[in-house]
């Protein structure tokens, strides 16, 4: 698939860091990204022959509905494996699992061992979902997974902004990207 990414994209792609943040207005390809990360996230440990589970988590279902798995089903190869409608996941051909979760009740993520995750509009989720993503995904980190990426529009000072935006330049495995959406 040839893709045209733009610099805040690239830069999203190329970041090293355990937790990736992106920062922009509407339309300005978040969640473009997000999806594209996420399938390299995956084929990156396959090749290291790392199989696991992986999250897609949005706010709400609307969001994942209409935005969310709106542009990751498009970008999904076809022999990687099939959607499990009711499961609410995909099941990989290689082994493994991606969840597809809404975090409006955070401890619906409780349970899970993640290569990594990918949540869509950060910004508008409860404050608790950050430990417990954390959490979720740490064991993986000290094989260079279990990286998170939080794709999201700005919204009012909340968890997002005092512990990413704020820690921006203070924590080594944060990294903030952000571009305009003109």
Known sequence: MDLKL???QEKVLDSQCRFIATSSGIQGGKT???AIWLLDQIWKAHQLGYHGDWLIAAPTLDIIRASTLKEFKPLFPADWGVWKEGAK?????FGGRIFVRSVDIPNH???MTLLGAWLDEAGQMDGDVWPIIQARTAIWSAKGFGKVLMTSTPYE?????RDIYRQYGKDPNIDLITWESI
């Open 6 to 8: 733009h610099s805040g």
């Open 32 to 34: 473009t990204v997000g």
């Open 89 to 93: 996941q995909y099941d990989l051909a």
């Open 109 to 111: 993520i409780e349970g």
């Open 157 to 161: 000072p909340n968890w997002y902004y």
